[in-house]
């Protein structure tokens, strides 16, 4: 829903980068809490999506921010702890 948002949105949008990091958030815990063993290249590919953009080698509809990078990887942590509740019957 997130993603369909923005794509309606124009790229200079004010709420475009506040977007940008709940997609990257809801992303990463999604793929991370199927597979946690996704942790470490998600996150690594949060910080490769950044430099790209910042170096103009990515275009997208936000500017690059480290606010977007730690969504990411806060999502992908969080995916993690959702995976080990449901191995380890957390009730959170």
Partial sequence: ????????LPPNHPSQPRLAEL???????????????????????????AMGKKMGLVKGRSKPSLDQVMAGWRGALSGVGDYAKGILGGSN
């Fill in 23 to 49: 997609d990257r958030e809801l992303f990463a815990r999604e793929q991370t809490a199927d597979n946690p063993l996704r942790a470490p290249g998600l996150m690594a590919m949060t910080v490769a999506d």
């Fill in 1 to 8: 829903m997130i993603r369909r948002l923005r794509a309606q």
